[in-house]
């Protein structure tokens, strides 16, 4: 029984409201029910709308598609094995099982690496010099494989936050200890994911200028060749901490600094394994010095670390069946713990998380390196 001056108060917890309104006696309150907040979050991530810059009722058609963000046709079925590839899950049953750790699973392709952020007029119209002509490396192509990337991010970073703000109730019942935890680590959280998405908000408006004046020289990239393709296919977008040699890029946590992104996508192509890096020039300082690391790798080296890349930072991997079946027990369970790294979005990530991968798990040749920078080093 706290005084009404004490009621009045703004909560400790920085929602804005008033004491009374928010943590007062939240111990003796009925627990959250987590299945319906779990239901709730499933809603967020499969929300239906259209991101192209001219959606509206007039210009949209079609139903909303689940579109792919890795090509289905060359790069999906490549990899699959009676269609099916695994994948990372997140799903609560499965989480459930494995005490919260992620782990690869069987899919079908035609669920996988898919979101519902087109309809299937735009994701035809916008995608389609990816989709129907073979991979050139073209500046067009590497922007759309940039553009289809950083489409799913905003799509998935939208979700998380409203998902992240519905977890704030999740401490009814608990006591203060735990309250006042739970709380610190959503904060935390929200306060990142609030970064990340008014970035890509901002940026948005940029891509989709481009897109619509077919000019895309604002973007650079790397692309790696290799000689056999790969078995490991992935579209997403990360802000860099660490270069490949254990350096430090950039501090993402800081609020007041503009963080810069990068899109890597992996796929299959006339047989041959792609690896693309792509980001905007307002992102250079930090993606240069990326890549510039990546560049000194020997080629003996760099399919393995590409592959402990794509496991330590893209949720969004599909993964030929045979190959992992076929790693050794030690080698899935470093690919794993990964994986996991991305399950735990409080911890902070480890400066070594490029480097020193010596796992012999990517024996494939490098046939060429291609740069397409716009600036000058
Ligand atoms: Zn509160
Ligand atoms: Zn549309």
Not at 2 to 11: A, D, L, V
Not at 37 to 51: E, G, N, Q, T, W
Not at 170 to 192: C, P
Not at 270 to 284: K, L, M, P
Request: glycine residues 6%; positive net charge; charged residues 25%.
């Amino acid at each position: 029984m706290g005084t009404n001056i004490e009621r009045n108060k703004p909560c400790w917890c920085g929602s804005g409201k008033k004491l009374k309104h928010c943590h007062k006696d939240r111990e003796d309150q009925a627990p959250t029910d987590m299945w319906a907040v779990a239901d709730r979050i499933r809603k967020a991530f499969s929300s239906k709308y259209c991101l192209a810059a001219s959606a509206s009722s007039h210009t949209c058609g079609g139903r909303i598609v689940k579109a792919h963000t890795i090509q289905k046709s060359t790069s999906l079925l490549s990899i699959a094995r009676d269609g099916h590839v695994y994948m990372s899950s997140s799903d609560p049953a499965t989480l459930k099982r494995t005490n919260g750790r992620l782990i690869p699973k069987l899919v079908g392709i035609n669920g996988a690496s898919t979101f519902t952020g087109f309809c299937a007029k735009h994701d035809d119209s916008t995608f389609k010099e990816l989709e129907q002509y073979p991979f050139s490396g073209s500046r067009e192509q590497l922007f759309l494989l940039y553009y289809r990337a950083f489409c799913r991010e905003l799509f998935m970073k939208r979700a998380q936050l409203i998902s992240l703000n519905d977890l704030k109730d999740a401490d009814r019942g608990k006591d203060e200890v735990a309250q006042s935890y739970i709380q610190n680590m959503l904060r935390g959280m929200i306060a990142g994911a609030q970064k990340a998405l008014s970035t890509m908000e901002r940026a948005k408006g940029i891509h989709d200028k481009a897109l619509a004046g077919n000019k895309f020289n604002g973007y650079e990239s790397y692309t790696l060749f290799f000689d056999s393709e790969i078995p490991i296919m992935c579209s997403g977008c990360i802000f860099p901490e660490y270069d490949f040699h254990g350096s430090k890029l950039q501090d993402v946590t800081d609020e007041a600094k503009h963080t810069d992104m990068i899109a890597v996508s992996s796929f299959n192509d006339g047989g041959a394994g792609v690896v693309s890096f792509t980001w905007h020039i307002e992102d250079s300082q930090t993606c240069k010095v990326l890549i510039h690391t990546f560049e000194s790798i020997q080629d003996s080296m760099i399919a393995d670390i590409t592959t402990s890349f794509l496991f330590e930072f893209f949720e969004n991997i599909c993964i030929q069946p045979g190959w992992w079946e076929n790693l050794t027990e030690s080698q899935r369970s470093e690919l794993e713990n990964r994986m996991n790294s991305l399950n735990q979005p409080w911890a902070p990530r480890r400066s070594t998380c490029l480097t020193g991968a010596k796992l012999q798990i990517a024996p494939w040749p490098i046939r060429q390196r291609i740069k397409a920078y716009t600036l000058p080093w």
